[in-house]
């Protein structure tokens, strides 16, 4: 091994820190415990480390005590949800991504308009389940192509599609390319709802691709966008990997190999990413370096409920 290139950008995005930011904050002003509906951000080591600070994680709003500190993760939830809290008398702070939210508020808005909505996305998922509760009756999901070639719906009606923010930039725009053929009324943003973190990072590693011979990507399993960023390194023919840590390298991976690429998840704290620098450093890789793409300058505040709550009495 010879050479490890980091891409640029990668790791946190600004809606896991503010949502990662928002926990810790929650911690201070109110002390433990503070629940978490779900994971605060889809990554093991994060979660682990807000739990031993104080956080609880569940599954659902029913595991909290009533009047307790609930904390909506930052995949979003649904309008279902936030009503089950306040039946709970929760004090609830939201630390959905806004531009997450942002795809809830078009789901609201073509359902009110009478639209029927193409949700593209991957079911189970947890920003999918929060934006189909916006509109229940109104959406109907698309996750592939073949889904969009098969979807059945009345040329006449009203359509527009929405989109998961955390997919595979190329395999949305087919997906939106089948739907435009097969329905060329239908309504959509001027660019896909995918978010600029998943996207820079999917175009980051595009333009390392062509130097590396193996692609690591730094995250957790159930992470959306950092499963993207292998698949993007499989389209292009480069073996690529899953890591939740360095520890998770199997040696096997690069006999023959001379340079590696490295990326990380937008969920992916960059302390594990270094982890992974300093197991090659230790293996005598003398050339550990970054290549740069786009400069991203993107912040989120805390909740609003957060900042009032932190604010001393007059
Ligand atoms: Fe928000 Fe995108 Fe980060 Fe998800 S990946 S939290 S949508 S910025």
């Not at 990668?10 to 779900?38: F, H, I, N, S, W």
């Not at 009047?67 to 930052?74: P, R």
């Not at 991957?122 to 509760?133: F, I, L, P, Q």
């Not at 820079?200 to 995250?219: F, I, P």
Request: aromatic share 6%; glycine share 8%; with cysteine.
């Amino acid at each position: 091994m010879q050479r490890v290139i980091l891409a640029s950008p990668r790791g946190y995005c600004a809606g896991v820190e503010r949502a990662v930011d928002t926990v810790e904050r929650a911690l201070q002003v109110y002390g433990e415990p503070v629940y978490v509906r779900k994971q605060i951000v889809h990554n093991s080591h994060v979660v682990r480390g807000l739990s031993e600070r104080g956080a609880i994680f569940v599954d659902s709003v029913d595991d909290v005590p009533e009047g307790a500190t609930l904390v909506f993760s930052a995949h979003g939830v649904a309008p279902a949800v936030r009503d089950a809290a306040g039946a709970r008398r929760l004090t609830t702070i939201d630390a959905t991504c806004p531009l997450v939210t942002k795809v809830h508020t078009q789901a609201r808005r073509y359902a009110e308009a009478g639209y029927t909505i193409v949700l593209v996305g991957h079911a189970g998922h947890e920003e999918v389940e929060g934006t189909t509760g916006e509109a229940p009756r109104a959406i109907v999901l698309v996750e592939s192509v073949a889904d969009a070639e098969a979807l059945q719906l009345p040329q006449a009606e009203r359509l527009a599609y929405i989109t998961q923010t955390t997919l595979s930039v190329d395999e949305t725009r087919a997906i939106v390319d089948v739907l435009r053929r097969r329905f060329p009324h239908i309504e959509g943003p001027e660019k896909e709802d995918i978010c600029y973190a998943t996207s820079n990072r999917q175009s980051a590693v595009k333009e390392l691709l062509s130097e590396v011979e193996l692609l690591l990507v730094v995250g957790s399993r159930n992470s959306s966008n950092s499963n993207r960023l292998v698949e993007v390194a499989h389209a292009w023919g480069v073996p690529a990997y899953l890591i939740d840590d360095a520890g998770e390298i199997d040696e096997a991976w690069l006999e023959g190999i001379d340079v590696v690429g490295v990326t990380s998840g937008a969920s992916a704290p960059e302390r594990l990413v270094q982890d992974v620098c300093n197991w090659f450093r230790g293996r005598g890789v003398p050339d550990i370096g970054e290549q740069r793409s786009v400069h991203e300058d993107v912040v989120f505040r805390v909740p609003v409920e957060l900042r009032r709550a932190a604010r001393p009495a007059a």
